[in-house]
């Protein structure tokens, strides 16, 4: 039987949760859960000094709001836990010492100053810097005078001098590192905290991941990492490295820089359908043209049509996705989108009312604001271009309105029939100065839906308007 698929995210709590996070996660989702594996959150927190709470708690909600739902996780152990870094220090500890038992590791105790000299004298003679290996081959003797003078060591990996570490990344092919180029890397600091790729190493396998999908940027750990659980004789995951996402001035996106989180969008009415419809389609091809619905994602994701080179961030392509998922909303659903939007006195009734009209001409929930005056207050000034329409249809053709608008009232079929009677005109030079006159704006919903919905007295004050004005 195959083994199953075990994915995994892996956030580091260093900041709200990006666009670029989003789409790893994403991917990773689609690849384990949601293709009937598992997959799993782990929380990269080993690191004190970064971060805080807080990134965990805003992380795990955007996540879910994702829709990506984990099978284990910090909030639900599944007896591979804990699956937060901060409360494993037990089990590391317990690889450390098989590690250097077993002569795979070593104890360290040059001072930052010391590796500081050592890094600039190679880069003075033109080598690439990495440990010298000073203290590789110290023996007892020696570690017990460093220890005397109070150094608190390292724990160094022994790297092996020679050989060439390979393995094929599920994105970028085949890959190939000589081990004399890495240098012997620290596992665990000489104030005692982990290293992170150690950790993220080891917890891979001990949580039993079968695939890792992450940043490019982690694609140099990658040969330390199966080094590392070679050593440890664990299993080891198969490895994909997602090329980064870049901003639209072409930096890459990161927590620090501040770039579009998870939490704005979702902040600024963007809905998680349409997020997600466009993620699917950042750096990986073959997704249809069209809108794929949620559940549909995984049976349109595939790890061979993911591409190599970079992804832009592209808010156009994500407007277009947004405007499709807005479509796509049930009336409750949409008033429920809105609702802080409308006004506070309005009834249940207005607001579904409210949102089947104008549904297809929201793009946010503030656009409402565009709208409400038009249901129930002064327009805003109309365009130069709208002006001169109503000019050319002239005072005769709103004074005819307002007569067709008594006789007839709000059936805009009726009234477009009396109208033109009485002015000779049809069509566009009809309906168009009508619009504008009753609306502001040449664009929107049907007026046979909207003009239903303004009050009798706005339209006649309109009407009464643009016959003066014109
Ligand atoms: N904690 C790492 C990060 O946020 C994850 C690395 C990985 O996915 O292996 O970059
Ligand atoms: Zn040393």
Redesign the pocket.
């Known amino acids: 039987m195959e083994p199953i698929t075990v994915t995994r995210f892996?956030?580091?709590p260093t900041g709200a949760l990006h666009l670029g996070n989003a789409r790893t996660a994403l991917f990773s989702f689609l690849l384990g859960r949601a293709s009937g594996g598992r997959f799993i959150l782990r929380i990269?927190d080993s690191d004190r000094g970064r971060g805080g709470p807080e990134f965990i708690v805003s992380q795990l909600a955007d996540l879910a709001w994702l829709g990506l739902s984990w099978d284990a996780g910090p909030d639900r152990d599944d007896g591979r836990g804990p699956y937060r870094q901060s409360e494993r220090g037990p089990i590391y500890d317990g690889l450390y010492e098989k590690l250097e038992f077993e002569g795979y590791a070593y104890p360290c105790y040059c001072t930052p100053l010391e590796l500081d000299v050592a890094r600039r004298a190679q880069l003075a003679a033109s080598q690439p810097p990495r440990y010298p290996g000073t203290c590789r081959g110290l023996d007892s003797a020696a570690r017990a005078a460093r220890a005397a003078e109070g150094r608190q060591p390292a724990l160094r990996f022994r790297v092996p001098d020679a050989g060439v570490i390979e393995f094929e990344d599920l994105v970028r092919g085949p890959q190939s590192v000589a081990a004399a180029t890495l240098g012997d890397f620290v596992l665990r600091r000489a104030d005692g905290g982990p290293m992170f790729f150690f950790c993220?190493a080891v917890d891979d396998s001990l949580m039993d991941v079968t695939q890792?999908l992450?940043?490019d940027d982690?694609l140099s750990n990658t040969p330390r990492q199966l080094l590392l659980l070679q050593a440890l004789k664990m299993p080891v995951p198969r490895y994909g490295h997602l090329p980064l996402l870049l901003d639209a001035s072409g930096a890459p996106l990161s927590k620090r820089r501040g770039s579009t989180t998870v939490g704005e969008l979702r902040e600024r009415g963007y809905l998680a359908a349409a997020v997600g419809n466009y993620l699917l389609r950042l750096g990986h091809t073959g997704a249809p043209d069209q809108w794929v619905e949620p559940a549909e994602f995984a049976r349109n994701f595939s790890l061979d049509r993911l591409g190599r080179a970079p992804a832009h961030f592209d808010a156009a392509q994500l407007d277009h996705w947004q405007r499709e998922a807005v479509r796509r909303l049930t009336p409750e659903q949409a008033v429920h989108w809105l609702d802080a939007e409308l006004p506070a006195d309005w009834s249940g009734q207005q607001r579904l009312e409210f949102a089947g009209l104008l549904q297809g001409n929201l793009l946010f929930p503030a656009d409402t604001a565009d709208w409400l005056p038009v249901l129930r207050g002064d327009l805003p000034p109309l365009t130069a271009e709208d002006s001169s329409v109503l000019a050319e249809a002239g005072p005769a053709f709103f004074e005819a309105a307002l007569t067709a608008y008594h006789e007839v009232g709000a059936d805009v079929g009726a009234l477009g029939r009396e109208l033109k009677q009485r002015t000779g005109r049809k069509g566009a030079a009809l309906f168009m100065p009508l619009r504008i006159a009753l609306t502001g704006r040449h664009d929107g919903p049907e007026l046979a839906a909207l003009l239903p919905a303004i009050p009798a007295a706005l339209v006649r004050a309109r009407l009464t308007g643009a016959a003066r004005a014109h």
């Open positions: 892996a956030p580091s990269e993220n890792v992450r940043g982690h």
